[in-house]
């Protein structure tokens, strides 16, 4: 693995190459340009917005901007592996011709979808501080830490869709599948305390900590709780009488750093099958 | 042996075509039996050692394993088993701008390209002007190529490919690109490069190129070398085997033939 790794080093510019073309081509003819990667999570966020407060009637002063702290993330994880799953086979005459690691394909995917992450959580906290005017809190500090927990995650999937993908094309519909599953498994529309009451009142409160060993689970809830102050439930509306005794929950670190085990494993197995199988990649196409 | 740019031996290479393989779960889950692949050996067994400054060119039918072989000394294929070893700077030259994006212009698809055969960004800025002036774009150079004309795409790609300056030239098929003028220069930059000591190995069915260009040519035959020898006698051994097939195939099929 480090010989691998001292090689995909040395072909860092081609990283960097296809990274920039990526990001280039992507807007290269609509006038709007990166206001597009924006508008969408936007448009989603207040959609789920109104869904939430008028029709589901869920009083939470913010709502959107606990919506929108887990949808960025969201987006990152969700447009990388559907980006990721067609790397490979898109270079198919490429890998045919000429040798380059192939990780840079998958990699370069992750790479410019994690810039335009970063990109929006840079209006994410315009939006908190000038529209929202919510106070800045210490926690922000570990943004950093969040983001690459996330990032190695992702780098290990989409090393696996990437490459299973060459040989079995179904692998892309099957993520597609998974990630709408998980689109609703993940405290992204609602708050994890949503999940956690009715487990804590039918006294399965073990099935709680089962549904933050997943680690998109842990990450997101840690982006809420990191990023955000902690959510207040306004005591004069009746219809929040039911989130009354739903208390908000400190963040709990030890499925935060089970998260980062986790996400660290899934990197290194991933580039190692991926290694293991990239021989047969040219073979295959 | 140090002195040899190129040094194979008995390198066998296997390739495992799978009928009715399960190319989607859904067929892998409902199939009982796991097909076996058929084993296809493209190389059955081939030593080859090239010199530095050698030209060398590989003829043979299609199917004869050339373009394997040239993959195998690209790194772009694993040998079965047997020994490969290349020393050097390896490049390709792409067949019409493969590596290209449309979208891009001709400067960016410069840096991408350069990239892929390997080559530093910081390398590259060094030789934009010449690959730009060697393609004779100078006016097109910050257009996106899906404006170029297929001759344009295809100097540009030969321009890129010949200023990395690599050790060892990996050649299939084109050699030269372009009209006639464009040709000759790419046949003068041929002739640069062996004159600075450079190896090249050029897989063609062009037995004028493979003439005009080889010192010493291989015949490749059902994954084994026939022949290997100065270019004039390996050329003649191959077209002469081919004459004597067609002669085979009867007057009757002789037309149809496209064997060379």
Redesign the interface.
């Known amino acids: 693995m480090i010989k691998q790794l001292s090689e995909l080093l040395?072909?860092r510019?081609?990283l960097?190459?296809?990274v920039v073309?990526d990001l280039?081509?992507r807007y290269?003819?609509s006038v709007l340009g990166f206001f597009w990667s924006l508008a969408n999570p936007l448009i989603q966020v207040a959609i789920i917005t109104v869904v939430v407060k008028c029709v589901m009637r869920v009083g939470i002063p913010n709502y959107s901007a606990y919506v929108l702290v887990a949808y960025l993330p969201w987006m990152f994880f969700q447009m990388s592996l559907m980006d990721a799953s067609q790397s490979v086979l898109m270079h198919r005459?490429?890998?045919?011709?000429?040798?380059?690691p192939r990780e840079v394909l998958p990699l370069s995917m992750v790479i410019a979808n994690l810039i335009h992450f970063l990109l929006a959580i840079v209006v994410f906290f315009v939006y908190l501080l000038v529209y929202l005017r919510t106070p800045i809190v210490v926690t922000w500090l570990f943004l950093p830490v969040l983001v690459l927990i996330e990032a190695l995650l992702v780098t290990g999937l989409t090393l696996f869709i990437s490459c299973l993908n060459v040989?079995?094309?179904?692998?892309k519909y099957?993520v597609s599948v998974v990630l709408n599953i998980f689109f609703y498994l993940t405290p992204i529309i609602y708050l994890s305390e949503m999940v956690h009451a009715p487990l804590a009142a039918a006294g399965r409160g073990s099935l709680f900590a089962l549904y933050q060993l997943i680690p998109l689970n842990a990450i997101i809830i840690a982006f809420r709780k990191m990023l955000l102050v902690p959510y207040t439930v306004p005591p004069h509306r009746e219809i929040a009488a039911q989130f009354q005794n739903m208390s908000n929950m400190p963040l709990d670190y030890r499925f935060l750093a089970i998260a980062a085990v986790l996400s660290i494993a899934i990197a290194l197995l991933g580039y190692a099958y991926f290694n293991a199988r990239k021989?047969s990649f040219?073979?295959q196409l | 042996m140090i002195d040899s740019s190129i040094e194979i031996q008995s390198l066998k290479k296997a390739?495992?075509l799978w009928h009715g393989r399960?190319?989607?779960?859904?067929s892998?889950a409902l199939s009982f039996r796991r097909p076996k692949p058929e084993v296809l050996w493209a190389l059955k067994g081939v030593d080859l050692r090239v010199s530095p400054g050698e030209t060398l060119a590989v003829v043979g039918k299609n199917g004869s394993g050339k373009s394997t072989l040239l993959?195998i000394m690209?790194?772009?294929?694993?040998p079965t088993s047997g020994k490969v070893a290349v020393r050097g700077r390896?490049s390709?030259l792409?067949?019409l701008g493969?590596?290209f994006?449309p979208?891009?212009t001709g400067i960016?698809n410069i840096?991408?390209n350069g990239?892929?055969?390997?080559?530093?960004?910081r390398d590259m800025r060094r030789k934009v002007d010449r690959i730009v002036s060697f393609a004779e774009l100078d006016k097109f150079i910050d257009a996106?190529i899906k404006s170029y004309s297929k001759g344009m795409v295809m100097r540009l790609g030969f321009a890129v490919a010949v200023q990395v300056d690599p050790d060892v030239l990996l050649v299939?098929e084109v050699l030269a690109v372009g009209d006639e003028a464009f040709q000759a220069k790419c046949y003068d930059n041929i002739a640069e490069f062996q004159k600075s000591g450079k190896t090249i190995v050029f897989v063609s069915h062009d037995l004028d190129a493979v003439r005009r260009v080889a010192s010493r040519a291989v015949w490749l035959h059902d994954g084994a070398i026939r022949v290997d020898g100065p270019t004039m006698d390996a050329v003649k051994a191959y077209t002469s085997s081919i004459a004597d097939e067609k002669e085979d195939r009867g007057e009757r099929d002789a037309g149809k033939s496209d064997a060379a």
């Open positions: 040395r072909y510019d081609l960097a190459q296809l073309r280039k081509v290269k003819n005459d490429l890998l045919k011709k000429v040798y380059f040989f079995y094309e179904d692998i099957i021989w040219a073979e | 390739f495992k399960p190319s989607s779960l859904k892998l993959g690209g790194n772009i294929y694993r390896v390709t792409l067949e493969a590596g994006h979208e891009l960016e840096y991408l990239a892929i055969l390997g080559i530093r960004t996106p299939d």
